[in-house]
Each structure stands twice: as C-alpha cells, then as structure tokens.
C-alpha cells in the first residue's frame, strides 16, 4: 500500500472514531437523565427565559437522534453554542482560546522531553551495566513514578508562592517556563526507558557488529545505525505518550492557574455543565486523536514493513 | 523470583496490613478534628502530624488506604469481569465479531483515562460522586486493557487439544469457557489484576485531587493528597503521595515479577 493511500485510510478511520466518541458521550449525557438546569449546589442556576433559549438552541425538546444531529452539525461547523450555567459564555470561544493553549503546552513539553529522553536512553544503553546505566534507568525511574499532581504542587508552591520569582498563568513567557517542565517529566522518563530497551536490544544485532567490523565510529553506529531502529518501538509507544501529556495536562493547568481546555473541563464537569463538558471531550478527543495519527504516520515513514502489511 | 518481585509482594503486604491495623490500635479517630492541634509536622504523639483540622495523618492515611484500596479492589473486580467476558467473546466469535469487538476496545484505548473516568462521573450527575461513583468511572476507563490480554490468551487456548475434544463430544461454548478456559486463565488474570492495580490507585488520586473525589470527611489517598494541595500543606501532600507512589510501584514490581514467573519465555528477555 502506498503512503498516500495508507494515510487517507487513516484518516477516514478517525472520522468514525470521533463520531463514535461523540455518540458514547451524548447517550451518557443525555442517559444521565433529570434537568440540566438545576445545577449543584453552589453554581448559580439561570432565570426561566435563558433556560429556554439554551433549551431551543440544543433541541433539547426533540427526539434524541435529532439532537444527536443537531450537535454533530454545530461540532462539525464549529458552533458549539453557549454554556448551560455561565451566561453569555459561548464554547466556541472556550475551544477557540483554550485549546491552542493546552496544545501548545502539550508540545512544548513534548519538545524537550522527547530528545531528553532519546539522550538520557542512549546515553543509558552505551554505557550498559555501568555506573552510568544505573544512574540513567534510576533518574528514569524516577522522573517516571514521582506523580505530576506532587511534582506541579510543589514547584507552584515554592516557585510562585514563596520565592514569587515566576507567576501563574499562561501570558508570560517566564510564567511558561515551569508547566512545560513540570509536564515533560514523566514522557522524558518513559522516553528514556523505551529508548534504552530498544536500543540494548538493536546494538546486539548483526548489522551492529557488522558497523563495528567495518571500522565505523562508536558514536556514528549508535546514532545513526542502532538509534534509526530504535524509533519505531518509540513510536508505537505514542498512545501511552499521549495519554501521560493530556493527563499531566490536567494538573499543570489546575495547579499554574493556565487557562487551558482541561482546566475549563474540570470546571464544567463540577458545575455539570453538559454542553460545555459534551464539547470539551469532542476536543480533547480529536487533539488525541490527530496525536496519534500523525504519529501512526511518522511510525509508517520509519519502518515501511508497516504499508507492506497493510495490504492483507 | 527475584528479589524485586519479593520486595514488591513484601511492600504490598505491608501497606495494606497497616491499613487494616493502624485504625484498630491508633488512639486517634480519623475524623476527630482538634484545632489546638492543627497542620502539626511529625511528633511523637502524631507520628505523620495533622492536617489542617488537626486530624492524626497516621490515622488518616491507614483509613484513607483501606477506601483507596476498596475502591481498587471493587474497580477491579469489574475490570476482571467484563474484561474476560469481553476478551473470550471475541476470542470465540472470531472474524467480524471479534474484528468489530477489538476495533472499539482499540478506539477506546487511544483516549486518555482521565477525560473517560470525568465523563462518566459528570453522567453519574457527580451528587453521585461516592465511592461507588468513583469504582463505576475507573472501571469503565479501565477494563480495555484486560480484554485485549485476554482475547490474545483465548485465542491461543481455542486451538488446545482439550478444547477440541470437549467441541467434539459436543460441548457448548459457555460450558468449555466455564470448565477449561477460566480455569486456564487464573495466570493471565493475576497479571491482569497486578498491572491494573497501581492504575486504578493512581486514578482514584487523579479524580480526587481535581476535586471530584468522595466528598468530605472521607479519607482516601487522593483525598488526603487534595487536602494537602488546596490548602497548600506540602507535608501532607507529601505523606499522601507517598503512599500512593510507594503503593503504586511495589504493585507494578510485583506485576512484572509475577509476569516472567507465569511465562518462562519472558524470563531473561529484558535486560
């Protein structure tokens, strides 16, 4: 199967997927039963007229495979309509300004982690059974098992409360530098620990040996030979990746006060806010899911046996 | 066994022993609240401090832990269940069944668990956001795992000789699952149950610590922790991430253990 072929087969593949969430989160939703606008304690509700304004504009009154319609017209035309609770507060413009936040902050972490990681595994795996390997996989470990909600709770408390040399948020550039370190922690560590893995097991492979017999520079048949096979392990590893970033993601943006879509997410998901949380799931769902389609693709371009099985 | 499975299995044991006995012996109640005594570091007569109403952390964290660890295990009982029910169905159907099957086990596996478990708990209309709000989230974001391992399990056991034979002298497919494959997966179970059991611990302090945990007075790891985050108290964040953490990865150590223990050949394959 040509590439082309294999990435527009990908992406068709995407469409159900996201149609798929979108339906399991309306049934939930909507199975979940009861009104809408009798929010929990704590949480203003809103004076009648509002109430059937949003209620016209969500067809709430109609059959439910109608107001399924309804909602997957103004996902796909981006008008995702107000929020139930917060007035004059519309979804579009949440996604709109949060989620290039949450993204940005997801690569930015994701930009130094990766190669932090692939240094840290490398470094790891040439060293094998040393000092340096011990230390290596231990700071791996580490980086790894501390918790992210402890690792943001603490550099916020120290950072921004007692020392006040950064603030919070997300307009700064020096108020970024503490989230996307915080957030690429974890991936750094999980990077590493693949990296080394993957490449503990290529170094042991003839054309390795073969490298070595020609003469070939230590460091050009770890970079260049051994490294180049140990990307698809980490590629395949992307899901996982992700799920570390998004799910960091949730409390860097909780703990540094970063206006970001999980953190408009929780909000919503305290007040019940359905159409807001309904919305935000579609969003966070498509960011996961084009993660992992570009990196399907970039797992394709790496190791083209992929295509070759793709024809069964 | 090496000594890292020994280690893991120990330090499982030992916490949740001192969950269950800690309360039994401690002179504090977990929820006596002394604002004489509030937001104390480690004393003699607190060996963990207090929280900020000064309630005895040492007490808190072994209450907390039998919760956190009910939850768990009631999470997992789920997972196990319609996990394995999932996993041999497919396995068994085979062709589109199995293919359709797996395609929404693999859909659902590309999202996070976070966003899934806070869905699931804003339908349960989160006034219901107890313990059992909490088990029903973790489980329905978490049994996708166990499916797939054991669909792959299955599958190998269909072509065994003894479940040709049992077809043979006309055995249904429920009754070979009940008398041959069940008996024949304890081993990919266990696994199952060991690899999921530090995810669910951890998910339970992720959804508490975002606030949507089981409201107050109730003591779990998580909640503990969300004390120590809201009200800024790096001690009792720390106390409460440790136990979670320690918790966490003795599990998975005993998990990996135990894996190479049930299957020879992975035994020696990572180095």
Not at chain 1, 124 to 150: H, M, Y
Request: aromatic share 8%; hydrophobic share 55%.
């Amino acid at each position: 199967m040509p590439l082309g072929a294999y990435i527009a087969r990908r992406i068709l593949w995407t469409v159900p997927l996201i149609l798929g969430v979108m339906l399991v989160t309306f049934a939930l939703m909507r199975g979940a039963g009861g009104d809408p606008f009798n929010p929990p304690e704590g949480f203003g509700g809103l004076p009648e007229s509002e109430a059937r304004k949003l209620r016209a504009h969500y067809h709430l009154s109609e059959p439910w495979l109608v107001e399924f319609a309804y909602w997957v017209e103004n996902v796909f035309t981006f008008e995702f309509g107000p929020s139930l609770l917060v007035r004059d507060l519309d979804v579009a413009d949440i996604v709109r300004n949060a989620l290039p936040v949450t993204v940005t902050l997801v690569l930015l972490a994701a930009a130094w982690a990766v190669p932090a990681g692939v240094a840290l595994g490398v470094w790891a795996a040439s060293n094998r059974n040393r000092i340096q390997d011990l230390l290596a996989t231990s700071l791996a470990a580490v980086l790894l098992v501390v918790p992210v909600f402890f690792v943001v709770f603490v550099l916020r408390e120290y950072f921004v409360l007692e020392w006040r040399i950064v603030s919070d948020g997300w307009e700064k550039t020096s108020a970024r530098v503490l989230p996307v370190l915080a957030l690429g922690l974890a991936p750094a560590g999980y990077v590493a620990r693949l990296v080394r893995t993957a490449l503990v097991d290529a170094l042991e492979e003839d054309y390795v040996r073969t490298a070595r017999a020609k003469g070939l520079r230590r460091q050009r048949i770890l970079w260049v030979h051994a490294l180049r096979n140990a990307l698809a392990p980490l590629l395949s590893a992307a899901i996982p990746m992700i799920a570390l970033l998004i799910t960091g993601a949730f409390f860097v943006e909780q703990a540094f006060r970063i206006p970001g879509i999980s953190s408009f997410f929780v909000t919503a998901a305290q007040a019940r806010d359905y159409p807001m949380v309904m919305n935000l799931t579609v969003a966070l769902a498509v960011v996961v899911l084009v993660a992992n389609l570009v990196a399907d693709v970039l797992l394709a371009l790496v190791d083209p046996r992929i295509l070759e099985r793709q024809r069964r | 066994m090496s000594w890292k499975t020994l280690l893991g299995g120990a330090a499982v044991l030992a916490v949740v022993a001192y969950a269950v006995i800690a309360p039994l012996v401690s002179p504090w109640d977990p929820n006596d609240v002394d604002f004489d005594l509030r937001s104390q570091l480690p004393s003699l007569t607190h060996p963990l401090g207090t929280d900020m109403f000064g309630r005895d952390l040492a007490t808190r964290i072994a209450v907390g832990g039998r919760t956190t660890l009910l939850i768990a295990g009631s999470a997992l009982g789920i997972i196990l269940v319609v996990g394995f029910l999932w996993g041999t169905t497919a396995a068994l159907a085979g062709r589109g069944v199995d293919s359709l099957m797996m395609r929404i086990v693999d859909g659902l596996l590309a999202l996070p668990r976070l966003p899934i478990a806070i869905v699931v708990l804003v339908a349960l209309r989160l006034s219901a956001a107890t313990v059992w709000g909490i088990v029903l989230a973790l489980s329905v974001a978490g049994w996708m795992l166990t499916a797939r391992l054991v669909r792959g399990h299955v599958l190998a056991l269909k072509s065994r000789d003894y479940v040709t034979a049992a077809r043979a002298i006309g055995s249904s497919w429920p009754r070979i699952t009940r008398r041959h494959i069940l008996p024949n997966s304890t081993g990919i179970l266990l696994v199952a149950v060991l690899l999921e059991l530090p995810v669910v611990v951890l998910g339970e302090a992720f959804l508490s610590i975002l606030g949507l945990g089981p409201p107050a007075p109730a003591a779990t790891w998580g909640n503990i922790a969300y004390d120590g985050w809201s009200s800024f108290r790096v001690w009792e964040m720390l106390v409460a991430t440790l136990a979670i953490t320690v918790f966490a990865v003795s599990a998975s150590l005993f998990a990996d253990g135990l894996a190479d223990v049930l299957d020879p050949r992975r035994r020696g394959r990572r180095a």
